[in-house]
Protein backbone atom coordinates (compact mmCIF):
# COMPACT_ATOMS: atom_id res chain seq x y z
CA UNK A 1 0.00 0.00 0.00
CA UNK A 2 1.22 3.42 -0.85
CA UNK A 3 1.11 6.44 1.16
CA UNK A 4 0.17 10.34 0.49
CA UNK A 5 2.18 13.13 1.69
CA UNK A 6 0.19 16.35 2.95
CA UNK A 7 2.27 19.43 3.87
CA UNK A 8 0.99 22.63 5.45
CA UNK A 9 2.80 25.73 7.15
CA UNK A 10 6.09 23.78 7.47
CA UNK A 11 9.00 26.01 8.63
CA UNK A 12 12.24 25.13 9.93
CA UNK A 13 14.46 27.57 11.81
CA UNK A 14 17.82 27.35 12.89
CA UNK A 15 19.07 28.15 16.66
CA UNK A 16 19.72 31.59 16.13
CA UNK A 17 16.37 31.83 14.55
CA UNK A 18 16.96 32.48 10.97
CA UNK A 19 14.30 30.55 8.79
CA UNK A 20 16.15 27.28 7.19
CA UNK A 21 13.29 25.96 5.62
CA UNK A 22 9.59 27.19 4.07
CA UNK A 23 6.41 25.20 2.72
CA UNK A 24 3.08 26.56 3.10
CA UNK A 25 1.80 24.25 0.98
CA UNK A 26 2.89 20.50 -0.13
CA UNK A 27 1.09 17.64 -1.26
CA UNK A 28 2.12 14.12 -3.29
CA UNK A 29 0.32 11.47 -4.44
CA UNK A 30 1.03 8.06 -2.96
CA UNK A 31 3.18 5.95 -5.25
CA UNK A 32 5.28 9.12 -6.70
CA UNK A 33 8.87 9.06 -7.40
CA UNK A 34 9.96 12.34 -6.70
CA UNK A 35 13.27 14.26 -7.34
CA UNK A 36 14.58 17.21 -4.96
CA UNK A 37 17.08 19.28 -6.42
CA UNK A 38 19.15 22.80 -5.49
CA UNK A 39 22.19 24.51 -5.01
CA UNK A 40 24.58 23.32 -1.85
CA UNK A 41 22.58 24.35 1.15
CA UNK A 42 19.40 25.11 0.17
CA UNK A 43 17.53 23.34 2.23
CA UNK A 44 16.91 19.74 0.35
CA UNK A 45 18.10 17.70 3.35
CA UNK A 46 16.00 19.51 5.36
CA UNK A 47 13.03 19.28 3.82
CA UNK A 48 13.95 15.44 3.52
CA UNK A 49 14.51 15.25 7.57
CA UNK A 50 11.47 17.12 8.19
CA UNK A 51 9.00 14.79 5.95
CA UNK A 52 11.00 11.85 8.28
CA UNK A 53 10.44 14.01 11.59
CA UNK A 54 13.76 14.21 12.41
CA UNK A 55 13.87 17.93 11.71
CA UNK A 56 14.27 20.04 14.93
CA UNK A 57 12.32 23.44 16.08
CA UNK A 58 10.14 22.45 13.20
CA UNK A 59 6.58 23.65 13.22
CA UNK A 60 3.34 23.47 10.67
CA UNK A 61 2.67 19.73 9.79
CA UNK A 62 4.08 17.15 8.07
CA UNK A 63 1.55 14.12 7.40
CA UNK A 64 1.48 11.16 5.80
CA UNK A 65 -1.71 9.91 5.28
CA UNK A 66 -3.89 10.21 8.76
CA UNK A 67 -0.61 10.66 10.70
CA UNK A 68 0.67 14.16 11.23
CA UNK A 69 4.14 13.76 12.47
CA UNK A 70 4.72 17.20 14.05
CA UNK A 71 2.03 16.48 16.96
CA UNK A 72 3.93 12.97 17.56
CA UNK A 73 6.18 12.36 20.58
CA UNK A 74 9.98 11.87 19.44
CA UNK A 75 9.17 8.09 20.70
CA UNK A 76 6.10 8.38 18.22
CA UNK A 77 7.75 9.49 15.46
CA UNK A 78 10.45 6.47 15.91
CA UNK A 79 7.78 3.71 15.62
CA UNK A 80 6.47 5.49 12.47
CA UNK A 81 9.68 5.28 11.24
CA UNK A 82 10.29 2.09 12.24
CA UNK A 83 7.01 0.90 10.21
CA UNK A 84 6.63 2.96 7.34
CA UNK A 85 9.93 4.45 6.32
CA UNK A 86 13.23 3.53 4.93
CA UNK A 87 16.43 5.59 4.68
CA UNK A 88 19.67 5.97 2.33
CA UNK A 89 21.97 7.92 3.58
CA UNK A 90 24.72 10.25 1.48
CA UNK A 91 27.29 7.92 3.96
CA UNK A 92 25.82 4.63 3.88
CA UNK A 93 26.27 4.39 7.65
CA UNK A 94 27.17 0.47 7.29
CA UNK A 95 29.00 -1.80 10.10
CA UNK A 96 32.02 -2.49 8.71
CA UNK A 97 32.62 -5.59 10.78
CA UNK A 98 29.51 -7.15 9.64
CA UNK A 99 28.32 -8.80 5.85
CA UNK A 100 26.04 -7.39 3.93
CA UNK A 101 23.42 -9.51 4.74
CA UNK A 102 23.69 -8.99 8.81
CA UNK A 103 23.96 -4.93 7.29
CA UNK A 104 20.29 -5.25 5.14
CA UNK A 105 18.56 -7.23 7.89
CA UNK A 106 19.35 -4.63 10.91
CA UNK A 107 15.94 -3.25 11.06
CA UNK A 108 15.02 -6.47 12.39
CA UNK A 109 16.56 -5.73 15.81
CA UNK A 110 13.88 -2.80 15.84
CA UNK A 111 11.04 -4.98 14.92
CA UNK A 112 8.97 -7.60 17.09
CA UNK A 113 10.21 -11.08 17.07
CA UNK A 114 7.43 -12.38 14.93
CA UNK A 115 8.74 -10.16 12.04
CA UNK A 116 12.31 -10.67 11.77
CA UNK A 117 12.95 -13.81 10.31
CA UNK A 118 10.61 -11.70 7.18
CA UNK A 119 12.89 -8.95 7.71
CA UNK A 120 15.86 -10.79 7.19
CA UNK A 121 14.27 -12.53 3.99
CA UNK A 122 13.05 -9.86 2.61
CA UNK A 123 16.78 -8.13 2.49
CA UNK A 124 18.55 -11.12 1.32
CA UNK A 125 15.88 -11.32 -1.77
CA UNK A 126 16.73 -7.57 -2.26
CA UNK A 127 20.26 -8.22 -2.06
CA UNK A 128 19.92 -10.86 -4.98
CA UNK A 129 17.81 -8.22 -6.61
CA UNK A 130 20.39 -5.70 -6.55
CA UNK A 131 23.56 -8.59 -7.22
CA UNK A 132 24.90 -9.19 -4.28
CA UNK A 133 25.93 -11.63 -2.47
CA UNK A 134 25.13 -13.23 0.91
CA UNK A 135 28.23 -14.75 1.67
CA UNK A 136 29.96 -13.76 4.96
CA UNK A 137 32.46 -11.24 3.54
CA UNK A 138 32.13 -8.14 5.51
CA UNK A 139 30.88 -4.72 4.17
CA UNK A 140 34.64 -3.46 4.74
CA UNK A 141 35.97 -4.58 1.73
CA UNK A 142 33.14 -3.63 -0.69
CA UNK A 143 33.12 -0.82 -3.34
CA UNK A 144 31.26 2.41 -3.00
CA UNK A 145 28.47 0.91 -4.99
CA UNK A 146 28.02 -2.15 -3.51
CA UNK A 147 27.89 -0.21 -0.40
CA UNK A 148 25.01 2.02 -1.82
CA UNK A 149 23.40 -1.32 -2.35
CA UNK A 150 23.27 -3.17 0.76
CA UNK A 151 22.33 0.62 2.14
CA UNK A 152 19.27 0.27 -0.30
CA UNK A 153 18.25 -3.13 1.02
CA UNK A 154 18.45 -2.19 4.60
CA UNK A 155 16.20 0.66 3.92
CA UNK A 156 13.59 -2.02 2.02
CA UNK A 157 14.14 -4.84 4.71
CA UNK A 158 10.99 -3.91 6.69
CA UNK A 159 8.84 -3.45 3.22
CA UNK A 160 8.20 0.51 4.27
CA UNK A 161 5.81 2.12 2.40
CA UNK A 162 7.92 5.12 2.00
CA UNK A 163 11.42 5.69 0.91
CA UNK A 164 13.92 8.49 1.41
CA UNK A 165 17.24 8.63 -0.04
CA UNK A 166 19.36 11.49 0.50
CA UNK A 167 22.18 12.06 -2.22
CA UNK A 168 21.56 8.44 -3.04
CA UNK A 169 24.35 8.50 -6.07
CA UNK A 170 26.82 10.49 -4.56
CA UNK A 171 30.88 9.70 -4.30
CA UNK A 172 29.94 7.24 -7.03
CA UNK A 173 31.15 6.58 -11.02
CA UNK A 174 29.04 7.78 -14.00
CA UNK A 175 28.07 3.71 -15.01
CA UNK A 176 28.03 2.54 -11.05
CA UNK A 177 25.65 5.88 -10.34
CA UNK A 178 23.30 4.51 -13.39
CA UNK A 179 22.62 1.32 -12.26
CA UNK A 180 22.18 2.04 -8.68
CA UNK A 181 19.48 5.08 -9.52
CA UNK A 182 17.82 2.51 -12.08
CA UNK A 183 17.41 -0.22 -9.45
CA UNK A 184 15.96 1.67 -7.05
CA UNK A 185 13.24 3.65 -8.97
CA UNK A 186 12.77 0.31 -10.42
CA UNK A 187 12.24 -1.40 -7.10
CA UNK A 188 9.82 1.88 -5.67
CA UNK A 189 7.71 1.22 -8.41
CA UNK A 190 7.82 -1.96 -8.84
CA UNK A 191 6.70 -2.25 -4.86
CA UNK A 192 4.51 0.61 -5.19
CA UNK A 193 6.28 2.89 -2.65
CA UNK A 194 6.80 6.41 -2.57
CA UNK A 195 10.25 7.63 -3.07
CA UNK A 196 11.50 11.20 -2.17
CA UNK A 197 15.36 11.49 -3.68
CA UNK A 198 17.33 14.59 -3.25
CA UNK A 199 20.03 15.29 -5.24
CA UNK A 200 22.26 16.99 -7.38
CA UNK A 201 22.60 14.34 -10.00
CA UNK A 202 20.62 15.15 -13.22
CA UNK A 203 20.54 11.39 -13.90
CA UNK A 204 17.91 11.05 -11.06
CA UNK A 205 16.07 13.24 -12.33
CA UNK A 206 15.55 12.12 -15.11
CA UNK A 207 13.76 8.92 -13.80
CA UNK A 208 11.24 10.84 -11.44
CA UNK A 209 7.42 11.37 -11.96
CA UNK A 210 7.95 15.07 -10.41
CA UNK A 211 11.26 17.31 -9.79
CA UNK A 212 11.03 20.28 -7.39
CA UNK A 213 13.93 22.68 -6.95
CA UNK A 214 14.33 24.25 -3.29
CA UNK A 215 16.33 27.57 -3.26
CA UNK A 216 16.87 29.26 -0.45
CA UNK A 217 14.65 27.07 1.91
CA UNK A 218 11.83 27.71 -0.54
CA UNK A 219 10.22 25.40 -3.27
CA UNK A 220 11.00 27.54 -6.14
CA UNK A 221 9.38 25.60 -9.30
CA UNK A 222 7.46 22.21 -9.50
CA UNK A 223 7.61 19.93 -12.48
CA UNK A 224 5.50 17.09 -13.28
CA UNK A 225 3.23 17.92 -10.98
CA UNK A 226 0.06 17.59 -12.72
Not at 18 to 44: E, Q
Not at 47 to 76: H, I, K, Q, R, Y
Not at 104 to 127: E, K, M, W
Request: hydrophobic residues 45%; glycine residues 8%.
Amino acid sequence: MSIGLSVSGLEVKAPSGRTLLAVPDFALAPGTCLGVRGPSGAGKSTFLFALAGLAENATGSVAWEATDLMPLSAEARAKFRRHHVGMVFQDFLLFEELSAAANAALPGAYASRARQAGIANTARSVLTRLGITHGARTVESFSGGERQRVAIARALAANPEIILADEPTASLDRKTADALINDLVALARDEGKTLIAVSHDPAVYSRMDRVIEIIDGRIASDEGNP
